[in-house]
């Protein structure tokens, strides 16, 4: 599975951006899709991820911001982002996880100026 992502980008505070990941490669119906983020200096964390049949989870720090989709059919995820903040400000990671098999994107970059 390859994945690469797009979308990321300068936005200022309050701002939107809508972040899509495209897989290459089977992708099954266990396998669970997301994204991560990783801040300068801080671990990777996790911001969103969906199953097949649609169950989202969400990070406390982006829920009601962010929303996280998924279209099996053209095997993509996307995050949209509203309301951001600057502290949402990371390189963001697609993420497919296998039963705990990981395969990661190259990761876009996001910032969010004050």
């Known amino acids: 599975v390859q994945l690469q992502a797009f979308g990321g980008g300068l936005v200022q505070a309050g701002g939107s951006l809508r972040l899509t990941c495209v897989a290459t490669g089977s992708i099954f119906s266990i396998d669970v899709m997301g994204w991560y983020r990783q801040a300068p200096g801080k671990q990777r964390e996790l911001v969103a991820t969906?199953?097949?049949?649609?169950?989202?989870n969400y990070a406390d720090s982006v829920k009601g911001r962010f929303t996280i989709s998924r279209d099996n059919a053209k095997n993509t995820v996307s995050l949209q982002m509203n309301s951001l903040k600057p502290e949402d400000t990371a390189v963001y990671y697609c993420n497919v996880d296998r039963r705990k098999w990981f395969y990661w994107g190259q990761g876009t970059q996001v910032t969010v100026s004050s």
């Open positions: 969906i199953t097949s049949g649609g169950s989202a």
